[in-house]
């Protein structure tokens, strides 16, 4: 057989040069559960090359990963996990640098995104991943196999959103919603060109920005809602 990982000719269950598994289980639900549990057990390594790949190969580490190149990478939602902990905790520091003129209703705002965004975002994934599952309807992948793209997508997507806060806080905008929406736009579209490689481009970024406006109208409206309450 031949090792996915280091192309190396082998037999056996594994590779006899890297030790990674021929034949690797197709991502299910139940294997996506135990990985749930494997976060809050185990540390995996290649947290940093995982990052590096997600950065300059979008859409190729997940595939890569979905095909079994799975000993180096960091598990999705291993990933994740501390993505949206680094996320949460710059969040948190941007928001609560002190403004003058504020109205109950930015008071609110704010202390939606220095306390709940990242949660909101991590509860919708399931939604992100069924829209983007529907959108695309490739028949190759499961709901399972779409749902770690998006784990592995939004993970970096959380990451590229801190300096564009960042910036905003320097500069003392309004806008930077509407910054992040541009940069997460096109690096979505750079992974799913990857991901989907079999498909034309065009058509990608359609299906892309599709995803996009339902996904963020998605989470605003949840989040007005809920800032509202907080009101």
């Not at 605003?220 to 800032?227: E, G, M, N, S, T």
Request: overall charge neutral.
């Amino acid at each position: 057989m031949l090792c996915k990982h280091c192309q190396v000719q082998g037999e056996g269950k594994y590779c006899s040069n890297c030790g990674e598994i021929y034949q690797p289980e197709r991502i299910t639900i139940s294997l996506i559960l135990h990985e749930v549990v494997h976060t809050f057990t185990h540390a995996d390594k290649g947290l940093l090359y995982t990052l590096k790949n997600l950065a300059i190969h979008p859409g190729t580490m997940q595939k890569k990963y979905l095909e079994g190149e799975r000993k180096t990478n960091q598990k999705p939602f291993s990933l994740f996990f501390i993505c949206a902990s680094v996320t949460a905790i710059a969040l948190h520091f941007v928001n609560s640098a002190p403004h003058t003129n504020y109205t109950a209703f930015d008071v609110a705002k704010e202390n939606f995104y220095k306390n709940y965004y990242v949660i909101m975002q991590a509860v919708l994934i399931p939604f992100y991943s069924f829209i983007t599952w529907i959108v695309f309807g490739n028949k190759r992948l499961n709901y399972a196999e779409v749902l770690v793209l998006l784990i592995y997508t939004l993970s970096f997507s959380l990451l590229i959103i801190i300096p564009v806060n960042l910036v905003g806080l320097l500069l003392n905008s309004d806008y930077e919603q509407y910054a992040e929406l541009i940069v997460l736009a096109f690096y979505m579209i750079a992974t799913n060109f990857n991901f989907f490689d079999t498909q034309n481009h065009g058509i990608v970024i359609l299906k892309t920005v599709i995803i996009l406006f339902a996904s963020y109208f998605t989470s605003y409206f949840i989040a007005k809602q809920v800032i509202n309450f907080m009101l």
